[in-house]
């Protein structure tokens, strides 16, 4: 026993060497990255000029856990040089890594976007390890050097020369350490950032001793070091030399408004400058040491004499744009649940009620023959005034959202015939307007289910969004809109059609409000052609007022006479053919029956059963309706179900039009049978063949077709029940003064919120409207792109029923950017305006130059500070300097801008805000007998950031 005790203890703890640590299989996860990223392979090839800022770069990332600490793993590179087809050159066996020869590649110098390890070292691939989004930042010295020998390892183990930094210390300090292994040759990148820059180093003289002193070169004569010089300066004291938005017209009705436009436009612009800053960048791109000269004491560095200018603009954070703020805050009524009980008063929506809405009173008057007041005379008085006067009873001026001269104007506007005298021609003839404003639209309308543009709709529209904006916000809606319908009743009182609408029935193509003036003006024109029809029977003489009824009607009779019952009959607006003609032959059958309601004969047909000629019958129209319409009576058909009860039910509900046909047709083709119906109404369901009579003769003999003889067709049916009856003695298919109450009666009971749903799409349509007629000015393809995309993706946004609000939103805001873009684009060309003393070569040179700023990271000056835009630029900056060191006067200045006399100097530009500075060399290292490597320094030298960005390189074969 005491023996096994004793084994027990000699094996009780064993080390197992072979278990991998955490720091092994971070290596092992790092590599395995790479391999699966591909980027063992070797590349050749020097990147094209430019290339870095025309190409497109990518990026991949994986996550990766060093025990529990987790790094993102992300590979950034040039697209077109990374994906390389396999038939080009292999790369030679001691050719150096291409991430080294881009070290000293001066292609693409300065790359205006870019990440910025590619503007510091100028490579084209690279992989960075960073710490995850949650995790603390890398700053002990010994982690650092734990990823440093990590990385090193992955690299030498999987032989890839792709260049691969670390992430360390705070993120904010874009620090980067890293290495790039070749065969027998290593570079390490190395970063020091600072916040102040030394005073020994503020100049491109320190800066070369430090370059020196880092590769510690012991060969003389020293090899040259090319240099590259790049200065930023910052013109922000701009906005003096123009205003972004024309200053209001005091003397109008809007005055004092900015940016304040009639009732008709939207605004458009910026209320601020929308450039906050102009980026010069002056480049001295090769330069080699001993030629320019810049110490504590004295520089070469003039800005004027640089060979190469480049301009970048930096747009405002979200500049305050009219447009934009119009259209959002119209589009916020859109979530308010106030009524306009809510907002008017409750007390002064009931009076109104007691004096508009008393159904009864309205339905006598309506009933009732109409006021003789005269078409012709429409004038303020008595349309607009009479309409308001209601409302002054109740309420004083003073209390009133919108004042009485505002309010006046935005209704002279919505109904511009209320201010001149029209006939009937004139009010017809505002269709055949809209048919060409629509035309010239292109249909955008239809595409967005809006309204035609200058319609009644388009205008209230624009008019809601400008009350909403400019005179007292939700209550000033309310009130127009109480106002609008009062006159909409107002005209449907006294049959004045309602201007700015095309004629005929509703449009279902457009906005369902659209629709619902539309139906209001077919029920005022029903109306009225029924009053001029009684008129007319009304003022004609005794023997000419011959009834063709069975029932004879005096002059002067109420129109209610001409029924047999209570209903209300459909008035047929001309007595033509109403009385059947003498005999041909004198006989006395055709004496005995009367016909009604004829037009004129059809086609030469005669009726199968007698030799009469078939006569084409005085139909009603069918009743117009509105989109909400259809589709409750889509649901009321479809809850009839599919029984044979609920389908015979649906099919005579849908057969009224054909029953009141098939009566108009008896009442003029007396003796006619359903075969004569058929031959005029559907020719295609009587079949006519040709057959031998008795004699042998040909004839043509004709029958129904199979589906009128299949046995309970609705047509044999509708005809046996159908009576004789001409279209003025039948039920009317469209009451008007039902159809018209209803209409009234829907706007009457419109939230804000609900007009605003209502009204949204034209708003967008009139928007995009602004947005091309201003884009054409400013001549944008990339801005007219965007507007032709937005005007695709607004007609998918406002085609269903139920609008996403979320998603209309982030529209608006496209729209708002399209705006910002093209105020900034007019921003531009204002302060690089074209002077008429330029000649056309320098007038094509700053339209080419202003085009590219908005759409370009960075754009050439041509001809540097000597050319077109470089003078201007020049002369931008003097006026800065100007305003800032010196008082405005301008006898102290000459005509260039320069002060004179015996006043202290004024620089041209201000002191630079950045200074990047970058040297170049190819020296051996460590020892003199070592290969010549590549040797970078990047230099920055900002107010407030001092930074360092060395890659330098070592020969490891003899070290």
């Known amino acids: 026993m005491a023996a096994d005790n004793d084994l027990e203890s000699e094996v009780f703890e064993i080390t197992d060497f072979t278990t991998a640590s955490e720091w092994e299989r971070f290596v092992s996860k790092v590599e395995e990255v790479l391999n699966d990223w591909k980027l063992t392979e070797s590349s050749v090839g020097k990147p094209a000029k430019g290339e870095y800022t025309s190409g497109t770069w990518g990026e991949e990332s994986k996550d990766i856990s060093f025990a529990d600490f987790k790094f993102y793993i992300t590979h950034f590179f040039l697209k077109q040089e990374c994906k390389k087809d396999g038939g080009e050159d292999k790369p030679e066996e001691d050719a150096l890594p291409s991430a080294m020869q881009d070290l000293l590649c001066m292609n693409n110098d300065f790359p205006p976007r870019a990440h910025c390890l590619v503007r510091w070292y100028g490579i084209r691939e690279f992989v960075v390890i960073s710490p995850g989004a949650n995790c603390e930042a890398i700053i002990s010295e010994s982690k650092c050097n734990l990823l440093l020998s990590s990385v090193s390892i992955s690299l030498a183990n999987s032989g890839c020369q792709v260049p691969m930094f670390v992430q360390i210390q705070q993120k904010w300090r874009r620090i980067y350490a890293g290495e790039c292994q070749g065969p027998g040759v290593r570079t390490d990148f190395e970063i020091v950032q600072l916040r102040k820059v030394p005073s020994q180093y503020n100049h491109l003289s320190g800066l070369l001793d430090i370059f020196k002193s880092k ?123 106030e009524s306009m009980e809510d907002i008017l008063g409750r ?57 009485n001269d505002m309010l006046n104007s935005i209704l002279l506007y919505l109904f511009p015939d209320a201010a001149v005298e029209k006939d009937k021609t004139a009010q017809s003839n505002s269709s055949r307007t809209l048919d060409k404003e629509k035309n010239s639209d292109d249909n955008l309308f239809l595409q967005l289910k809006s309204a035609p543009g200058d319609s009644l709709t388009h205008r209230l529209a624009l008019c809601l969004c400008l009350v909403n904006y400019n005179h007292g916000g939700l209550p000033a809606v309310a009130h127009l809109w109480q106002e609008f319908v009062l006159e909409l009743r107002y005209r449907w009182e006294n049959n004045y059609l309602v201007y700015g609408l095309n004629g005929g029935p509703p449009d279902l193509r457009c906005c369902l409000l659209h629709q619902k003036f539309q139906m209001l003006n077919c029920c005022i024109e029903r109306k009225r052609a029924r009053d001029e029809a009684h008129k007319e029977k009304d003022n004609k003489p005794p023997e000419s007022n011959t009834s063709s009824s069975t029932k004879e009607v005096s002059p002067g009779k109420s129109w209610e006479s001409w029924s047999d019952s209570d209903e209300e009959f459909f008035e047929c607006l001309s007595d033509q053919g109403e009385t059947e003609p003498p005999h041909p032959e004198g006989g006395k059958e055709g004496s005995r029956v009367k016909a009604e309601g004829r037009l004129h004969p059809y086609n030469s047909m005669t009726l199968l059963n007698s030799a009469e000629p078939l006569y084409v019958p005085v139909t009603q129209e069918p009743a117009p309706m509105t989109e909400d319409q259809l589709e409750e009576q889509s649901q009321v058909l479809a809850k009839l179900g599919t029984s044979a009860e609920g389908t015979h039910l649906r099919a005579r509900m849908q057969s009224a039009c054909l029953l009141s046909d098939m009566e108009s047709f ?20 009587y079949v006519e063949e040709e057959v031998l009579d008795e004699k042998g003769n040909t004839v043509l003999r004709g029958e129904l077709s199979a589906r009128m003889k299949i046995p309970g067709n609705m047509w044999v049916e509708a005809w046996e029940t159908a009576r004789v009856a001409p279209a003025r003695r039948q039920r009317r298919l469209f009451d008007d003064t039902k159809e018209a109450e209803k209409v009234l009666h829907y706007l009457a009971l419109q939230k804000p919120s609900d007009l605003a749903r209502l009204l949204l799409p034209c708003l967008l349509h009139a928007a995009l409207q602004k947005l091309k007629q201003e884009e054409s000015i400013e001549n944008m393809p990339s801005v007219k792109k965007s507007i032709q995309q937005a005007a695709t993706q607004a007609s998918k946004l406002l085609h269903p029923p139920n609008y996403d609000y979320s998603k209309l939103e982030d529209f608006i805001n496209q729209l708002v950017v399209i705006e910002t873009v093209i105020t900034q684009a007019r921003s531009l060309k204002t302060k690089f305006a074209v002077n008429e003393e330029d000649e056309e070569e320098s007038t094509a040179e700053l339209e080419r130059f202003v085009s590219s700023l908005l759409e370009e990271p960075e754009v050439v000056v041509v001809g540097g500070g000597q050319g077109a835009a470089g003078r201007i630029i020049h002369r ?77 390189s070592s020969d490891t074969s003899f070290f």
Not at 393 to 399: P, T, V
Not at 670 to 676: A, F, K, Q, T, W
Not at 900 to 924: H, N, Q, T, W, Y
């Open 347 to 403: 007390g002064l929506t009931e009076e109104e009620g007691k004096e508009t809405n008393d159904l009864s009173s309205a339905l006598s008057k309506l009933t009732e023959p109409a006021a003789p007041v005269p078409i012709t005379k429409l004038s303020v008085s008595s349309m607009v005034h009479s309409a308001r006067k209601r409302i002054r009873r109740r309420r004083h001026i003073d209390e009133s959202p919108l004042n």
């Open 215 to 337: 590769i510690g070169c012991n060969l003389l004569p020293l090899p040259p070091v090319d240099i590259g010089i790049r200065f930023t300066y910052i013109l922000q004291d701009w906005a003096q030399h123009s205003w972004p938005q024309q200053p209001p017209d005091f003397d109008t009705l809007l005055g004092g408004e900015v940016g304040g436009v009639e009732f008709g436009n939207l605004p458009f612009g910026a209320c601020e400058e929308p450039i906050s800053e102009l980026h010069l960048a002056t480049t001295w791109p090769h330069l080699t040491e001993g030629i320019v000269v810049d110490n504590d004491v004295y520089s070469d560095l003039d800005p004027l004499q640089a060979p190469h200018w480049s301009v970048r603009v930096r747009a405002a954070e979200n500049p305050q744009c009219l447009l934009g703020d119009f259209l959002m805050e119209f589009f916020k009524l859109c979530c308010r649940k």
């Open 666 to 685: 008896k009442a003029a083709n007396p003796g006619c049978v359903l075969e004569d119906f058929v031959r005029w109404y559907s020719p295609r369901d």
């Open 876 to 952: 931008l900056f003097i006026n800065a300097q100007r305003a800032v060191l010196l008082p405005p006067v301008d006898d102290d200045f000459g005509g260039d801008g320069k002060p004179i006399g015996g006043r202290g100097k004024v620089l041209d530009f201000p002191p630079p805000a950045g200074r990047e500075i970058l040297l170049r060399s190819c020296v051996p290292r460590p020892a003199p007998y070592s290969k010549a490597l590549p040797q970078r320094l990047f230099c920055v030298l900002m107010k407030d950031e001092f930074r360092l960005a060395g890659a330098f």
